[in-house]
């Protein structure tokens, strides 16, 4: 299906801003494929300064089970503003959050939530939970689904794929 950049609005999954930071958080998940860590990439968003947090998941690395990227991420973001209020930056990460990293979500007021795939295991957006979306907790965040969702899915496949052959060796 064509269609022009002009008709589309940023709830758009294909709006060429989400589109562009999705490519930045799939090179982080390249990253953490690359460091044998699950690959989950994210980028922060500001819109006053622009990009001002990258992260990849590291919880190997680090022996930390936290290290999610949108974690790491987020610590950046705050530490870049100076504030654990990130009231005017979006989110963008290539798996929807889990319930650790959706609580964050929301405790840092992030109001916008970009991910790439849906995670049936332990999606906290969408799919098992809706934390960010909960009308009991303090603050919400709008959430965009299926940017770059192809993608995203493979690389976490692949990764997958590639540890279960090494185990049966």
């Known amino acids: 299906m064509d ?12 709006h060429p801003f989400h589109v562009h ?5 799939l090179a982080e998940a390249g990253r953490a494929n690359a460091e044998d860590e699950v690959p989950i990439g994210a980028v922060i968003v500001s819109y006053q300064h622009g990009v001002i947090a990258q992260a990849h998941n590291q919880r ?27 009231e005017d930056c979006a989110l963008y990460v290539t798996l929807e959050p889990c319930p650790m990293c959706a609580g964050a ?21 969408h799919t098992l939970y809706q934390i960010t979306n909960d009308t009991r907790l303090n603050h919400r965040s709008q959430v965009i689904g299926g940017v770059l969702a192809d993608r995203c899915a493979a690389l976490l496949s692949s990764f997958f794929a590639a540890k279960r052959r090494a185990g049966k060796k």
């Open 3 to 14: 269609f022009s950049p002009l008709e589309l609005t940023l709830t758009d999954p294909r």
């Open 21 to 25: 930071h999705m490519e930045m958080a």
């Open 60 to 86: 190997e690395q680090l022996h930390d089970p936290t290290a999610h990227a949108e974690m790491i991420a987020i610590t950046q973001a705050a530490n870049a503003l100076r504030s654990w209020r990130l």
């Open 105 to 125: 979500i929301v405790q840092a007021r992030l109001p916008l939530v970009v991910y790439g795939c849906t995670d049936a295991k332990a999606g906290a957006c």
